[in-house]
């Protein structure tokens, strides 16, 4: 993963492998969750797309 997303980083490699070895680990954390029935596809979904993104909050809707 870090190899493939290298030419489009600016992370030295080793803190770009560190990255991807998290994000990893938080998708089998966040599979392991859905196939024990704690979590919706959807959410789950939204929580690592969250996560690659850099999002923490969700979108804030205008008043």
Known sequence: MATALAPYSTLPP???H???TALLG????????????RATPAAVT???TNLITGQS???????
Do not use: I, M, N, V
């Open 26 to 37: 938080a998708a089998e954390a966040l599979a392991t969750e859905l196939t024990h029935g």
């Open 46 to 48: 939204s929580a690592l």
């Open 18 to 20: 560190l990255r991807c």
């Open 14 to 16: 080793d803190a770009l």
């Open 57 to 63: 909050d969700p979108p804030h809707k205008p008043h």
